[in-house]
């Protein structure tokens, strides 16, 4: 027996769901759906569909970021910078007491201060304020010598020689021995290393005896001579030279860079710290040392000494930095040395000229 033909709705095509096939809802809609079609191929996630039905590429699909991985807790912000106190100053003045002379700082008053490396650099600022206190003892002896002792060519000359051994003892002699280290080192050698290796032994040569007499005779004889012409120019001259020639040497630490022994050195703390904020505060310390050279001997005396105290500085940086190629603790106790004799020579040498 024939099996009964499946009749074929119009409309459809071959191989279509048929209504005998499809639900009765689904052969109702057949002549409106028109021709069936073959399911598509899922979209792709590259994929998209165009305005005329084509499949184009598409966007890349959309990737969520991994998180960031930390190492560990986030570190702390930074501090706000403290405001400096009068406490702070008053501290580093009192460490550069500690460091640049033998007036002892102990006890209680030394925990008070306190030390580290930046606070030393700090207290380089207040270099010349060390030459008022040591400029202020030497007026002071001079002064008791000249109204205690009688009267007589010979007392200025006293008077000049204890006020300066009174500078030697409050200081250990640390400008002189920076200063006769530095002649022996470079009159021993022309050689740069071999010039830094004598100037860190400890024993005194030829050239540095040398150069200590006639520093130290030059200072006193012209400290007398000051006093033979006027008390007040030797006292006023003394203490100005004290508070200049520890200013100057400042201008070498920040135009020359330090080229001793970085581990043994006590100047290294002082190389990399001083600025323009440094040497304003050490200029505004010096002032108050120029003002009695400027009431009793007059400006041209002041500006005589200062251009000579200045020249010899400026003779120390080029010589300095010629045969060295930068400083030394050693050679800024010369540089002080120098400029100190120059302020006395050229104080006396206006005084002498009635300038």
């Given at each position: 027996?024939?099996?009964?033909?499946?009749?074929?709705?119009?409309?459809?095509?071959?191989?279509a769901p048929t209504p005998s096939d499809a639900g009765p809802f689904e052969a109702m809609?057949?002549?409106?759906?028109?021709?069936?079609?073959?399911?598509?191929?899922?979209?792709?996630?590259?994929?998209?569909?165009?305005?005329?039905?084509?499949?184009?590429?598409?966007?890349?699909?959309?990737?969520?970021?991994?998180?960031?991985?930390?190492?560990?807790?986030?570190?702390?912000?930074?501090?706000?910078?403290?405001?400096?106190?009068?406490?702070?100053?008053?501290?580093?003045?009192?460490?550069?007491?500690?460091?640049?002379?033998?007036?002892?700082?102990?006890?209680?008053?030394?925990?008070?201060?306190?030390?580290?490396?930046?606070?030393?650099?700090?207290?380089?600022?207040?270099?010349?304020?060390?030459?008022?206190?040591?400029?202020?003892?030497?007026?002071?002896?001079?002064?008791?010598?000249?109204?205690?002792?009688?009267?007589?060519?010979?007392?200025?000359?006293?008077?000049?020689?204890?006020?300066?051994?009174?500078?030697?003892?409050?200081?250990?002699?640390?400008?002189?021995?920076?200063?006769?280290?530095?002649?022996?080192?470079?009159?021993?050698?022309?050689?740069?290393?071999?010039?830094?290796?004598?100037?860190?032994?400890?024993?005194?040569?030829?050239?540095?005896?040398?150069?200590?007499?006639?520093?130290?005779?030059?200072?006193?004889?012209?400290?007398?001579?000051?006093?033979?012409?006027?008390?007040?120019?030797?006292?006023?001259?003394?203490?100005?030279?004290?508070?200049?020639?520890?200013?100057?040497p400042l201008g070498l630490v920040a135009s020359m860079r330090h080229v001793g022994d970085t581990a043994t050195s006590k100047a290294k703390p002082l190389?990399?710290?001083?600025?323009?904020?440094?040497?304003?505060?050490?200029?505004?310390?010096?002032?108050?040392?120029?003002?009695?050279?400027?009431?009793?001997?007059?400006?041209?005396?002041?500006?005589?000494?200062?251009?000579?105290?200045?020249?010899?500085?400026?003779?120390?940086?080029?010589?300095?930095?010629?045969?060295?190629?930068?400083?030394?603790?050693?050679?800024?106790?010369?540089?002080?040395?120098?400029?100190?004799?120059?302020?006395?020579?050229?104080?006396?040498?206006?005084?002498?000229?009635?300038?």
């Amino acid at each position: 027996m024939r099996p009964p033909r499946k009749t074929r709705i119009k409309g459809t095509q071959p191989g279509a769901p048929t209504p005998s096939d499809a639900g009765p809802f689904e052969a109702m809609l057949a002549p409106l759906l028109g021709p069936a079609t073959a399911p598509k191929a899922p979209l792709q996630p590259t994929e998209a569909v165009a305005p005329d039905g084509s499949i184009v590429p598409g966007p890349a699909p959309f990737t969520a970021p991994l998180p960031l991985s930390i190492p560990g807790p986030l570190p702390p912000p930074p501090e706000p910078p403290r405001l400096r106190t009068p406490a702070d100053t008053l501290r580093e003045v009192l460490l550069a007491v500690q460091f640049f002379t033998r007036i002892p700082i102990t006890g209680r008053l030394a925990d008070w201060v306190g030390f580290s490396p930046a606070m030393l650099r700090a207290s380089a600022a207040h270099f010349p304020a060390i030459g008022l206190m040591i400029g202020g003892l030497a007026a002071l002896v001079q002064l008791g010598i000249m109204l205690g002792m009688p009267a007589g060519p010979m007392r200025p000359l006293l008077a000049a020689v204890l006020g300066t051994l009174a500078t030697v003892w409050a200081t250990g002699a640390f400008h002189e021995d920076g200063m006769a280290d530095t002649a022996d080192g470079l009159g021993g050698s022309m050689d740069r290393d071999r010039a830094l290796e004598i100037m860190k032994d400890s024993r005194v040569g030829t050239y540095g005896s040398i150069a200590l007499w006639l520093t130290l005779a030059t200072k006193v004889v012209t400290l007398a001579m000051l006093g033979a012409e006027s008390l007040g120019a030797m006292l006023a001259a003394g203490l100005a030279a004290h508070g200049v020639s520890r200013l100057l040497p400042l201008g070498l630490v920040a135009s020359m860079r330090h080229v001793g022994d970085t581990a043994t050195s006590k100047a290294k703390p002082l190389a990399d710290a001083i600025g323009m904020e440094g040497l304003v505060i050490a200029a505004l310390w010096t002032l108050p040392a120029l003002l009695p050279l400027s009431s009793l001997a007059g400006s041209t005396v002041l500006a005589a000494a200062l251009l000579a105290a200045f020249l010899a500085a400026y003779a120390a940086w080029r010589l300095f930095r010629r045969r060295l190629g930068g400083f030394t603790g050693d050679s800024l106790g010369a540089a002080q040395q120098g400029s100190e004799v120059a302020f006395l020579l050229g104080a006396a040498f206006a005084i002498g000229q009635g300038l």
